[in-house]
């Protein structure tokens, strides 16, 4: 998983979303659980995670991954309870 033979970086497709940390996910309003900084201009590593090694942070970034996707399968759901509580209320 080597990036160096690449020539042309599709640097274009890939935005950089300040403020979200690329290993973990967190934010400034959503830190880490065990409080962090930011590490780079840009916001977008977080001190807990630089400390990692770089296939930590590759599994941490799987784990954030699955773990943020199963979060909001529940909100989702809460969203669609809502609205549909909302529909019932609405309508009568
Ligand atoms: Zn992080
Ligand atoms: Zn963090």
Do not use: F
């Not at 996910?25 to 977080?46: A, V, Y």
């Not at 995670?49 to 699955?66: G, L």
């Amino acid at each position: 998983m080597s990036s160096k033979g690449l020539k042309h970086k599709v640097k274009e497709t890939k935005q950089i979303v300040k403020g979200i940390c690329r290993v973990c996910g967190c934010t400034d309003d959503q830190k880490c659980w065990d409080g962090c900084d930011w590490t780079d201009r840009n916001h977008t590593l977080c001190s807990r995670c630089e400390k990692m090694p770089k296939a930590e942070q590759e599994r941490h970034r799987e784990w954030s991954i699955n773990h943020l996707s199963e979060r909001l399968a529940q909100y989702q759901g809460q969203v669609d309870d809502l609205k549909q509580r909302l529909d019932v209320l609405k309508q009568s």
